[in-house]
């Protein structure tokens, strides 16, 4: 069973700062990774998805690695703002279908 | 539509009763998921579907739990006899296809209250 854990569980930034958020996976034959943002109260939205193939996905202030190696992938968020206060989770898969996820992180991005 | 839609948002009910929650996905996509997110804790598998058939069913935590797609497109979480536990946000995903890169978009999910 792939295991997916995100450190921190909490992180709070001044506005500009940028952000680096952290995911480990226990088993490097994932096939994808995907990370998404989850405002409170609210379902998922999709940010990056990394196929196995690729190292990174950028878009706009995002920016997303993938190490399959050691089993970790990393988000940056470049020049925070207050806007991108949300839990930020990242989910691998495994077997072309089921996404595994951790517990998430939750940004708080201080004007 | 243009996203997954899902509702009812919010559903309160009593122990013991039988509720449905409704998906419909984005319209063209053949593969759609049901999670399970508790409080603090990431979205668990539940079961996916490949056009009307369930192709993996081993997330359900029991036979309470059972879905439906029948038509290939809208699909029904049913859960009898409901309990406490039962109470969490459960969310639904389609994507165009499983694997291959595809990506999974949700909906805003179902806050289901067991009281």
């Known amino acids: 069973k792939q295991e997916v854990t995100q450190i921190p569980a909490a992180l709070s930034v001044p506005e500009g700062e940028n952000l680096v958020l952290n995911c480990s996976f226990t088993?490097?034959?994932?096939?994808?990774l995907q990370w998404f943002r989850q405002d409170p109260g609210k379902g998922l939205t999709s940010l990056l998805l990394i196929q196995s193939s690729q190292r990174e996905q950028t878009s706009g202030r995002l920016n997303a690695s993938l190490d399959k190696s050691s089993g970790r992938s990393t988000l940056y968020i470049a020049a925070s703002q207050p806007g991108d206060s949300a839990t930020y989770l990242c989910?691998?898969?495994?077997?072309?279908?089921?996404?595994?996820f951790g517990a998430g992180t939750t940004v708080t991005v201080r004007a | 539509g243009a996203g997954v839609s899902q509702t009812p948002s919010n559903k309160v009910t009593e122990k013991g009763k039988y509720v449905e929650l409704r998906c419909d996905p984005i319209s063209g996509h053949t593969a759609l998921y049901w999670y399970r997110q508790s409080l603090g804790q990431g979205p668990e598998f539940l079961i996916y579907f490949q056009g009307t058939g369930a192709a993996d069913d081993s997330g359900l935590p029991n036979d309470r739990f059972f879905a439906v797609r029948p038509e290939g497109s809208v699909s029904t979480l049913k859960i009898q006899r409901t309990e406490r536990g039962d109470s969490a946000v459960y969310l639904c995903a389609s994507s165009v296809a499983p694997g291959g890169g595809t990506e999974a978009f949700f909906g805003q999910g179902t806050r289901l209250t067991v009281v």
């Open positions: 088993d490097s034959a994932i096939y994808n």
């Open positions: 989910a691998g898969i495994l077997n072309d279908y089921k996404l595994s």
